[in-house]
């Protein structure tokens, strides 16, 4: 047992980040929320008095503060590096919604400013958390299914987010794609060494105005020669879609769309299952409980990070790679490392 | 391999039978259809035509002939015992459809006529012969599952046939629930002991006019104190409802429904699957098959009847049990053999 | 909202006890651990200092407490309506887990007492707040499978408890299948009018020594002549079995089992999944968690109770009848209330 | 009813030969086995006498007897088209399995000659047939899932054919993938217009001697831009793994394995259920005998061809697109018919 809570300050108080407030206040008892940034004062006021913390309209206010051990970034992506940097200066540890940023250049230097600074990163891929993933991961390093030969994923949305929020997204691949490629890296552990993207706009015209693609297929090229398929949709009208199966030398594991109950009806029509959970906030509830666990027994016991910077960034790497691929036509080599 | 083909004679050219034509005709290259019988002269001519067989009004006449060495009697179930006897003492091999009768009496007379008569008889209870089926008595005999503790079975019909067809069928339990009994005791193999039959009339209200139910939970307990639990209906929206279930000490394995392909579509209103087979032709199209193979092969090359008569006459046994249970309201106990 | 939260003394700091005061602490904001009793001095003391309380060890000091709103009754069953009635003296609101007591003048006593205080009262059958026995109850009065026509209950535990727990249980009765008795109830709501149980020691021969049965099969007879067969065993190898069906005249409901993730692996010995959860404490989980928030709910807001004692007691009455029932041999039919 | 059966002589009494000849002779009423074809003497005479059949050492026999009204080639792929243009000539109707031929001009040349000859030529793709691939043509025109986006296919054998039939194979892509590009264009009904193929030897090196691979992933792009990705395999150890997905715009279907059995086992080590089919024969049993049902039809009655040379020819163009891209390491456009 430790003597104290990790003290932690929300800087961000949308949707993602009055999540995360709430498992921290209500989840996790060896933290406590101790403070909400958000430019909006409202939005920081009503987040912080909601569960007792102070609250703040600009970040620098919790860095100065001697009494907040981390802060947990959920800001727009854009602003991720630079706060990331001025937390590390001020010795604070870090946990960082994906992705840590859309340029590596920035995010190299980003990743640089915490090595010097020795504070902890963590970044905010859920789904590594989450426990049938977890098993997936399990059963290949158990060797359960021998060798992995080939990765299918699927992800896909219930339904697009406004094109406004699209337009600053970074488009499919490094927004929604970009969950796939971190998890293909996740469970191979493999350079990737070879991007193949295709993708069309199938649902919404709209999102060819903002030249995006609503719908795409990636091939992953591994060092080993292992090739993962990634199907990708913004609108799978039975709910949100997230499944993945791993075929090896030994045999295969997939894992299923998760359900709110286990009940099946049999009846005239036929049988049926209720949709899966809708989506994100449901499906991943305790992943996102679980990983802000994580990050604060870490913080407090010390310990290399969970999901480190350098582990989170090849998902940006591969994601700019579909990109480059998708507007060529061309597969793309990424250089090793 | 034999130098020839078993020659079946049918008797009794209905639904049933002209099944069974179809299959001996098509499927079983060790036997040919040589005669049909009916006493309807059209019904036995139209089957026989389509087989080239030869066709009559009357069993006697392919008793009498000498190129017949075996019958398939799917005449009404009271009619089946002097056709046993008289085929019995013509020295053919005898396939019967369930149940051999509906009394005890006339069933052991029968039998001791089989055996006086050293011919093969075998009762057509085609589950026994369906692989799923099949697959769970092999888990037993396996010790898969450990000692069985307790079974449960669902037997459900798509709808309710006509009312004057159950008005003659012997009821539920002998009719329907006859079927369950066997399989109890084909999986078990266990001497039944004590029979509590519940029953109601739930779909059609015609049906107690005829004193019958078309709702019914029996329970079955074993020597060795297993017990079977029975859920009988007349009527399943969805279809066909073939289900089992046996729980032992050291597991579970259940048979579930038989769908007529595997396909699973994830829509707006959640998971869905078509339809289990309709009924039995469809369900058990390879279990009929099956039946008569094996009754093909032990009357080809000798042995032990495939599914004797004194097997199939247990299933009598608790019909009767289980239809006294449900007039008393009380638990009938079976003697010891 | 509300001024303040709800101030919860637990009485009883057990298995149970602990993870409903772990539960108080943590999961619901709306209520308060105040105040932990337990005889065993060591035991109050341990739970209190986890979650800042105060101990004591009797529990007549929390009912003195004017700081305290509520109690939860955790202690052994015998002790629940001594505490019932002084607690609704002192005007507390009570939580109480199941059963209320294994004799029924005890318990309607008790209800004469909560009632004429006019406190709350609310018994701990969690199943009734699991979300797959909910759905399966809104499928029920939503009319999705028709007018119920037969119910199934499984209900095996994964292991027997020590036999010194056995002997003062109440028997297999009434310490397990008493939840597949308010299952039924709580899903049919229609009056029991017939119980006929059967029971054998299939698992370990030391609980015949204390008069109890490890492996039982019971039917219910409701009014409207619905049937409902439940499957109890100590011991389930694969772990905790929790499944249900409920048939009726337009199609069929399963709960099925729930799995700690949805992985499904292909290998070389065929499909597999992995256990079910292991016992009640995984399984619902969610479910003791909502029942103490419906109970803040209740009480904070006012309101009838969620699960109230008279509700709970047929469950005893049932248990009580399948005990005569195992023992006589014989149906025993229930009054009409 | 017609007079008379269709004259079939088998040209090939390979394993693939003799499971159509058994197909024939027991399972199709209205065809029948006339003559065997095989170069190897003593191959042909015992498929033959099996089934009362005459037989030839040279396919020209059949092809001037008078008696035979149609021909099933099942030789090696690389003699179809010489067959073809012969039985064309003679004015046999012709089933050959796939391919027609691994060249297109060759294949071109065979079908302008089955044109000019007017006589029915089917070929082999059996999964046409199957009833689970068709539910999924169905659901797809119907409109069950709106349009499709993207399609996912899973081919996989359970063990590697032996070297020297691999070595003469055509590789991968025309020997296996056929299949699944076959597929992907029965089910979507769209050009093919742009392949990217990858694959590698993870199995046996030895498959790197003959310049083939045993693992590959395929993309194709269809006109409309809906995405097909295959994933094929030469060693699955659990048995053959022939699963699909297509997804649309109104939701998704998928066609799950086929097993030999429904039953599902609750043990210590979890659920399990056996393996599915184990190759092809068993999986597609009921679709070789349907595919020659079709075939005999349709030239019984006249009428178009139910998978007729140029729809099967789309599977040998993209097989060789696959295998340049593969070669490239780049996508391969399809010219526009």
Redesign the interface.
């Given at each position: 047992m430790h003597d104290r809570k990790l003290r932690v300050a929300l800087i961000g108080a949308g949707r993602i980040g009055r999540m995360h407030a709430a498992h921290i206040?209500?989840?996790l008892?060896e933290a406590t929320l101790a403070a909400v940034v958000d430019l909006n004062e409202e939005a920081a006021r009503a987040c912080a008095e909601r569960y007792q913390a102070r609250w703040h309209t600009r970040y620098e206010a919790v860095l100065q503060d001697s009494r907040i051990d981390a802060v947990a970034i959920c800001t727009t992506s854009t602003t991720h590096t630079e706060i990331i940097e001025a937390a590390a200066a001020a010795g604070k540890h870090i946990f960082c919604e994906k992705p840590i940023d859309l340029t590596l250049a920035r995010i190299d230097h980003a990743l640089r400013c915490v090595r010097k600074a020795g504070v902890l990163l963590q970044v905010g891929f859920q789904r590594r958390f989450d426990?049938?993933f977890?098993?997936?991961r399990q059963?290949i390093t158990a060797g359960?299914?021998?060798?992995p030969?080939?990765v299918?994923i699927?992800s896909?949305d219930p339904s697009p987010p406004p094109i406004a929020f699209l337009a600053s997204s970074g488009g499919l691949f490094l927004d929604m794609s970009i969950h796939d490629f971190d998890m293909a890296y996740f469970l191979l552990r493999q350079p990737i060494r070879r991007v193949?993207a295709?993708g069309?706009v199938?649902?919404d015209p709209a999102i060819r105005q903002i030249d995006d693609v609503d719908?795409a297929?990636v091939?992953l090229?591994c060092a080993d020669?292992t090739?993962v398929?990634i199907?990708n949709?913004r609108?799978?009208?039975?709910g949100y879609?997230q499944r993945l199966e791993v075929?090896g030398?030994?045999?295969?594991?997939?894992?299923?769309?998760?359900y709110?109950?286990?009940?099946?009806?049999?009846?005239?029509?036929?049988?049926?299952?209720?949709?899966?959970h809708h989506f994100f906030i449901e499906r991943y509830r305790d992943a996102y409980v679980s990983e802000l666990r994580a990050f604060t027994e870490a913080a407090l016991r010390g310990g290399p990070s969970p999901l480190s910077g350098e582990d989170a960034r090849v998902s940006v790497e591969v994601g700019l790679a579909a990109l480059h691929s998708l507007r060529t036509?061309?597969?793309v080599d990424l250089a090793p490392a």
């Amino acid at each position: 047992m430790h003597d104290r809570k990790l003290r932690v300050a929300l800087i961000g108080a949308g949707r993602i980040g009055r999540m995360h407030a709430a498992h921290i206040a209500h989840r996790l008892p060896e933290a406590t929320l101790a403070a909400v940034v958000d430019l909006n004062e409202e939005a920081a006021r009503a987040c912080a008095e909601r569960y007792q913390a102070r609250w703040h309209t600009r970040y620098e206010a919790v860095l100065q503060d001697s009494r907040i051990d981390a802060v947990a970034i959920c800001t727009t992506s854009t602003t991720h590096t630079e706060i990331i940097e001025a937390a590390a200066a001020a010795g604070k540890h870090i946990f960082c919604e994906k992705p840590i940023d859309l340029t590596l250049a920035r995010i190299d230097h980003a990743l640089r400013c915490v090595r010097k600074a020795g504070v902890l990163l963590q970044v905010g891929f859920q789904r590594r958390f989450d426990p049938g993933f977890q098993r997936v991961r399990q059963a290949i390093t158990a060797g359960e299914i021998g060798e992995p030969h080939s990765v299918h994923i699927i992800s896909r949305d219930p339904s697009p987010p406004p094109i406004a929020f699209l337009a600053s997204s970074g488009g499919l691949f490094l927004d929604m794609s970009i969950h796939d490629f971190d998890m293909a890296y996740f469970l191979l552990r493999q350079p990737i060494r070879r991007v193949y993207a295709t993708g069309a706009v199938r649902i919404d015209p709209a999102i060819r105005q903002i030249d995006d693609v609503d719908t795409a297929t990636v091939v992953l090229q591994c060092a080993d020669e292992t090739f993962v398929t990634i199907e990708n949709s913004r609108q799978a009208t039975f709910g949100y879609d997230q499944r993945l199966e791993v075929f090896g030398s030994r045999g295969s594991i997939r894992l299923e769309n998760v359900y709110p109950n286990t009940t099946v009806r049999l009846v005239q029509g036929g049988l049926k299952r209720d949709n899966p959970h809708h989506f994100f906030i449901e499906r991943y509830r305790d992943a996102y409980v679980s990983e802000l666990r994580a990050f604060t027994e870490a913080a407090l016991r010390g310990g290399p990070s969970p999901l480190s910077g350098e582990d989170a960034r090849v998902s940006v790497e591969v994601g700019l790679a579909a990109l480059h691929s998708l507007r060529t036509g061309l597969p793309v080599d990424l250089a090793p490392a």
